[in-house]
């Protein structure tokens, strides 16, 4: 078994197995390696570097005991895989379900996640999107503290678990997605910088010094992080990447990192023959992100896009804290369904300046909508979902928004069935108090922002917030949530069903509205979605262009007369030419 390790400042380096310590041999490449015979999958080992404590292996594939104990070999072709005819669907007839391991089942393991799959089958989801799951500190978190980026997290079942969940998912004809953090890694168990420059002082982010992808030995930092993207999509047989937040990655250079990453995957997808797809989060409102590297783009597949979120979300509650500051309007949300980035070269307020530039030549299904998702959950004060913040009335136009809008839309778990467990901030530093008050003051600081209360917001240390955030599943078919549940599956049978949507052309959809009577009425080519905003007893009369018939309302009392629609208070139609 040969075992390496990249170190260039490094004047010894050595391989600790048990007891015994091996110098390691120095390559001209700035790598240290060493052959040990025995050694072979299921051995546990660390390095020391310049006579340091163990370290454990900045590439390793399991640490079985957390980011402080030692390394464990892993075979990873001793798992057998029976996804061999496997193809994913094409993004743009995707429908993604975004979950969190820790929290998704009671047990909170790979494992279990596997019992649950059948349910996002009968849903209509095509692909699973995994919160992020290499190992970080402590027994919960949200996954974006990871420190070994090559280890999938024990406490959820380690490397076998996760590659029998991803089986799993083929079986059942899911698409997996995994959520890879690339801006920055967390503030304990991060050795990186003991082994070599990863970091560099000549940018920051907000977690602290910016990851090394343009200055000296920058090229063994982009490998690092590229084979660890690769690794996902060989190795787990994962279908996708998501990028987190490539806004905060700092990067000069006139080849980028990311464009790197999304040539490298290109290359991947081509030898292993299955689609592969690269999803970005940016806040920047830059269509770069998802244009082609021969137009001068990181050529992403898609993007996620805040401001539909922000769109629907101001409208449905009234909120204009915050970012929401910049939204509330029906005119936005007209503009979002037709356009992704409703900042599209706009003055933004809550910037105090000019925000992103048009998405010219795009199609809908280069982004991502949401209702919610895992940030606009998490990073209110108390971990809110819409259906603790508006009528199941509202919210019903929420999803329809979303899930007939001509982008890719994405669940956030439990949504589905109005699931009355909020989605909080938490993390396990209980045995750092020093890096847990500073998380937990950190959060109260951001959220003044909002005007919400310090004393809401719950400690993303105690076990209660993690508990309190894991979905309560016995609630999906009793009540108003088994109604909400059968509402969103109409709406994804309803998407599958017409070609208008799932067609991504943005320059087939008009909007029309009224800001005072709060209307808004949608055409996607021969489809039409009417919503009525207005929270009183006052019904939506508009005139509309041939509707064709009624195919789905979220209440009772939709008529037309000719080409005049009436529509209840609070409520959302959808009409489609007659079948045949």
Not at 294 to 310: P, V
């Amino acid at each position: 078994m040969q075992f390496k390790v990249w170190a260039p400042f490094a004047k010894t380096v050595e391989l600790q197995i048990s007891a015994a310590r091996v110098p390691m041999e120095r390559q001209n490449n700035d790598w240290w390696l060493i052959e040990v015979a025995d050694a072979g999958p299921g051995t546990d080992y660390w390095f020391r570097v310049d006579g340091s404590e163990p370290l454990p292996d900045p590439r390793s594939g399991w640490q079985p005991e957390g980011p402080l104990g030692s390394s464990r070999i892993v075979d990873q072709a001793a798992f057998r895989w029976t996804d061999e005819q496997w193809q994913a669907r094409p993004l743009s007839s995707a429908v993604i379900y975004e979950i969190h391991i820790g929290t998704f089942t009671r047990e909170g393991t790979f494992e279990a996640a596997i019992e649950k799959l059948p349910h996002l089958v009968d849903l209509g989801i095509t692909y699973v999107e995994i919160m992020p799951v290499a190992e970080f500190k402590g027994a919960r978190g949200w996954g974006y503290d990871g420190v070994d980026l090559y280890a999938p997290h024990h406490v959820y079942g380690g490397p076998a678990g996760l590659k029998r969940l991803v089986n799993a998912c083929h079986e059942h004809g899911l698409g997996v997605i995994l959520d890879v953090v690339y801006n920055h890694l967390g503030p304990s168990g991060n050795f990186l910088p003991r082994f070599g420059p990863y970091f560099s002082a000549r940018h920051t982010t907000p977690w602290g010094p910016s990851l090394n992808f343009d200055g000296p030995y920058s090229d063994e930092v982009r490998r690092y992080f590229c084979d660890n993207a690769l690794m996902w999509l060989r190795d787990y047989h994962f279908d996708g990447l998501r990028l987190d937040a490539i806004h905060a990655i700092v990067d000069t250079s006139a080849m980028t990192f990311l464009e790197q990453l999304a040539t490298e995957v290109d290359e991947l997808k081509a030898h292993l023959g299955r689609h592969l797809v690269v999803i970005a989060e940016s806040d920047l409102n830059d269509p770069r992100v998802v244009r082609p590297w021969q137009m001068g783009g990181y050529d992403m597949d898609a993007q996620w896009s805040d401001d539909i979120h922000h769109s629907v979300h101001s409208v449905l509650t009234g909120e204009r804290e915050g970012y929401y500051s910049d939204f509330g309007l029906i005119a936005d949300l007209a503009v979002a369904m037709r356009r992704p980035y409703v900042y599209a070269g706009r003055h933004s307020t809550f910037r105090q300046r000019r925000h992103g530039r048009p998405p010219t030549g795009l199609r809908g299904s280069s982004f991502v909508a949401f209702l919610q998702n895992h940030d606009q959950l998490g990073n209110r004060a108390r971990g809110d979902r819409i259906c603790h913040l508006v009528s199941p009335d509202r919210a019903k136009i929420g999803a329809a928004l979303v899930l007939l809008s001509p982008f890719v839309p994405l669940l956030f778990q439990g949504e589905e069935w109005s699931v009355s467990s909020p989605f909080q901030y938490f993390v396990d530093f209980a045995d750092e108090p020093d890096l847990a008050r500073a998380v937990r003051e950190g959060r109260r600081e951001e959220f003044a922002l909002f005007g919400w209360n310090p004393d809401d917001v719950p400690d993303p240390n105690a076990i209660e917030t993690f508990q309190r955030s894991k979905l309560n599943w016995s609630e999906a078919s009793v009540d108003e949530h088994a109604g909400m549940l059968r509402w969103y599956q109409d709406l994804i049978r309803l998407r599958s069903k017409y070609n208008g949507l799932t067609d991504g052309r943005l320059e087939v959809v008009n909007t029309y509205f009224d800001e005072d009577e709060q209307w808004l009425v949608i055409e996607r080519g021969p489809i039409t979605i009417a919503c009525n905003f207005a929270a009183d007893r006052r019904g939506m009369r508009v005139e509309c262009v041939p509707l064709g018939r009624l195919v789905l309302a979220s209440k009772n009392g939709v008529s037309v007369d000719g080409n005049l629609l009436s529509l209840p208070a609070d409520s959302v139609a959808v009409f489609a030419p007659d079948e045949g």
